[in-house]
Nanobody, 122 residues
């Protein structure tokens, strides 16, 4: 099993920034790709970005490019999501997920964190 714990969410004013973190533990050899998703209130969960362990390849949803940046520290088994110029519509529960294949992008992720709330005030 892999355990994922997100942190860094909270309340921010529109135009502000947040950096989310997600630390993996347990069978970390099953964390070849780590990704971020979000679920706004009343909407379906959507893919934001993902990054592979081996070569750092990244993939972003088209709508997330430019303001969101994913990165990872393999030594710490941690993935980050830097979010800039936040808008009220970015408010959501943000989830970290991981899978054992090195193909960054949306798809099937067997392991998920519990989520962290991001609220953006206008």
């Amino acid at each position: 099993q892999v355990q994922l714990v997100e942190s860094g969410g909270g309340l921010v004013q529109a135009g502000g920034s947040l950096r989310l973190s997600c630390a993996a533990s347990g069978r970390t050899f099953s964390t070849d790709t780590m990704g971020w998703f979000r679920q706004p209130p009343g909407k379906e969960r959507e893919f934001i970005a993902a990054i592979s362990r081996n070569d750092g390849r990244t993939a972003y949803a088209d709508s997330m490019k430019g303001r969101f940046t994913i990165s990872r520290d393999n030594a710490k088994n941690t993935v980050y999501l830097q979010m800039n110029s936040l808008k009220p519509e970015d408010a959501a529960v943000y989830y970290c997920a991981t899978k054992g294949t090195s193909v960054p992008g949306p798809g099937v992720y067997p392991y998920w964190g519990q989520g962290t709330q991001v609220t953006v005030s206008s």
